[in-house]
């Protein structure tokens, strides 16, 4: 298998894997509008950014679980916090805290990597803040090469930081480029492409992939060097589909 670059908010995070590197975070872009993803989050681990979360309904976001992991231990949900209603990861909309964290009963390694979080208080939708439709059971993967919208905070081509969330377009990759970079992936994975030097990276696992105003999957890993020439892989929510709805029940 080639060599894994995590996406990884979490500094010490232990993962029972070989080779893999923590990185940077979305590469390339336009910083995206006010409105224009009212259903991002910033988790915050200790009132730091460390991966994204996507709202999908009033007490609920759902990210991936390796976010909430650190050292191998699941972090307490006291640690855990969103900042929703913003484009800045350090200013505006408002902080809420998560009062539990209901991990997939088979996240291992990167696979089933899901979680779901509950909000200590309902929020309060507005233009800015906003719950986004999950992709249901029977919802087929966008074809080959359709564009893919991701969203994350993180580090510009320039290597800088950027604090305001930016927004980029990625080619749903073949099945071919996908098992090049990627030699086992499962059926819960799927792989987008990218140009070089852009792409998801470190600070964007749990950020959202939306095709058609709908979610599809959420930023996992990396294959090699942020933005090298192999797409990234992120997890499929449809085959999810049943156990997301039951936790917002």
Request: contains cysteine; aromatic residues 6%; glycine residues 10%.
């Amino acid at each position: 298998m080639q060599q894994r670059s995590l996406i990884l908010g979490l500094l010490g995070l232990s993962l029972l894997l070989v080779a893999v590197q923590a990185r940077g975070r979305i590469m390339g872009g336009e910083e995206a509008g006010l409105n224009a993803t009212p259903f991002a989050a910033s988790l915050r681990v200790d009132n730091a950014h460390v991966c994204g979360a996507c709202i999908v309904s009033a007490t609920k976001v759902l990210t991936t679980a390796h976010c909430v992991y650190r050292d191998g231990k699941l972090l307490a949900a006291s640690r855990l916090s969103l900042r929703v209603g913003s484009t800045n990861q350090y200013a505006g909309g408002h902080i809420v805290a998560v009062d539990s964290t209901n991990v997939h009963p088979d996240y291992y390694q990167l696979q089933n990597n899901l979680a779901v979080l509950t909000l200590s208080s309902p929020l309060t939708f507005t233009e800015r803040i906003k719950a986004i439709e999950v992709a249901a059971s029977d919802d087929a993967l966008p074809a080959e090469g359709s564009e893919v919208s991701v969203a994350g905070w993180g580090r510009t081509t320039e290597g800088t930081t950027s604090y305001k969330i930016r927004e980029m377009a990625l080619q749903v990759a073949t099945e071919a480029e996908c098992q090049e970079a990627y030699s086992d992936p499962a059926g819960d994975s799927f792989c987008l492409a990218h140009e070089l030097k852009e792409g998801t990276c470190h600070g964007d696992g749990g950020s959202g992939a939306v095709y058609q105003d709908k979610l599809i999957g959420l930023t996992n890993f990396v294959v090699g060097a942020c933005g090298s020439r192999y797409p990234n892989v992120f997890v499929k929510l449809a085959p999810f589909s049943e156990w997301i709805q039951e936790q917002l029940a």
